[in-house]
């Protein structure tokens, strides 16, 4: 077995942010590698993902999942891949996922780790449109928002990882119409030109109501919010009778230091009996398999196109995380730490 390096970098958060964070709320810092222990691998991480649901995890709230801890390593999906055993099961040139991101080595419990086929997909797809955001997409369109044939679907935060993903599921099942919004005017020509989208719009010019409006003719009888705010309020205003919306995401309001103000128009949603309903992704893991089979024969068959915006380096991993709030990103945004650039 090849000698382990000594030491390798990590991201720690140093301060929690109050409002958007700055570079000097995180630091980079060195911490020794050293040979797994029991039941354990040593992973070489290739690429990690940073996620918006991260800048929660930097206020100390209660929520879903725990704050990260000042002056400890960030954590955060990452693939890798395996340069030293301590577990059965596992051998050094195994590629892993797992979730000791935003560092350059993790050791992992073995427990912890999912071994993934570089031949299938390159592996930061793992992090994307066959990962986490990808099932968040499968799932909170076709079990949360109940999708069926012929439904006219919106999606805010459209050209993301997980929004280009909605919004071409919605067509590839059926949907009568699909509309999405994004923060550029060439996000808005890739949804359409690229990803198949019947119309789109970019937020930033001109008020949502009326540009959704203007996209939806006939309504709409689906939503997936990840956005929030005046996104949310739009839609409930341009639902159908009996309409249904998937709370994804508020990334909006992420960044806001008082409580975001509810939609004004709540009342629409009792004549029209819509339904609203939060999602979790971790809610939905029996569908992973399902997911993992379904989205890949699209991707094979080129049914279903992705993006992926790449930042290269661990110097990079939290300009990466604030260019994706920024929308930097188009598809999923992902850091890499690969030096041979193949995987
Ligand atoms: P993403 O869409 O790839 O990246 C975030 C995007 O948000 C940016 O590219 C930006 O695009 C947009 N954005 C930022 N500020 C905005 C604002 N004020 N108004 C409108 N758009 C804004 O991220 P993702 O990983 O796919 O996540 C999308 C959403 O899903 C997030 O809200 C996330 O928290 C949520 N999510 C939820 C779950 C769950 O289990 N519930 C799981 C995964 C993700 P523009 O250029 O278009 O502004």
């Known amino acids: ?36 222990g029991e039941g354990r691998i040593l992973v070489r991480n290739l690429h990690f993902s940073v996620d918006p649901y991260m800048r929660g995890r ?16 960030m954590e955060g999906g990452a693939v890798g891949e395996v ?49 986490m955001p990808g099932l968040t997409a499968y799932a909170g369109l076709l079990e949360t928002a109940s999708f069926k044939e012929g439904d006219a679907v919106f999606v805010s935060g459209a050209a993301g990882a997980v929004g280009s993903q909605v919004g071409q599921i919605a ?40 540009q ?19 996104h949310l309020e739009a839609a409930i205003s341009v639902l159908n009778p009996h309409g249904r919306a998937t709370l994804c995401g508020m990334i909006a309001g992420y960044n806001d230091t008082v409580p975001v103000p509810g939609p004004r128009n709540m009342m629409m949603i009792i004549g029209k009996r819509l339904r609203l309903q939060g999602m979790l992704v971790r809610d939905h893991a029996a569908l992973q398999s399902q997911f993992v089979q379904e989205v890949g024969g699209w991707l ?19 300009d990466a ?23």
């Open 58 to 73: 930097m206020n100390d709230v209660k929520s879903y999942v725990p704050p990260f801890q000042l002056d400890q390593p």
């Open 212 to 230: 959704l409006r203007a996209a939806a003719p006939d309504g709409i009888d689906v939503y997936f919010d990840n956005v929030g705010g005046d």
């Open 321 to 343: 995380f604030l260019g994706m709030l920024r929308g930097e990103n188009t598809g999923k945004m992902i850091v890499s730490l690969d030096q041979q650039g193949d995987r």
């Open 83 to 131: 340069i030293a055993s301590n577990a059965e099961g596992f051998a050094v040139g195994d590629h892993v996922l797992h979730f000791l991101g935003w560092r350059e080595y993790a050791e992992v419990e073995a427990g912890h780790a999912t071994k993934v086929d570089a031949s299938l997909a390159p592996l930061s797809a793992y992090l994307g449109v066959l990962g």
């Open 171 to 210: 067509k590839l099942k059926g949907a009568s119409r699909v509309i999405g919004s994004a923060g550029s005017d060439e996000k808005v020509r890739k949804l359409v030109e690229e990803y198949g989208f019947d119309a789109a719009f970019n937020y930033k010019n001109g008020p949502v109501l009326d």
């Open 1 to 36: 077995m090849s000698a382990l390096p000594s030491a390798g970098r990590e991201w720690h958060l140093v301060a929690r942010p109050h409002g958007w964070p700055t570079p000097e709320d995180f630091a980079l810092r060195e911490a020794p590698v050293t040979e797994p």
């Open 300 to 318: 094979r068959s080129g049914e279903l196109k992705y993006d992926e915006t790449v930042v290269k380096g661990i110097e990079s991993g939290v």
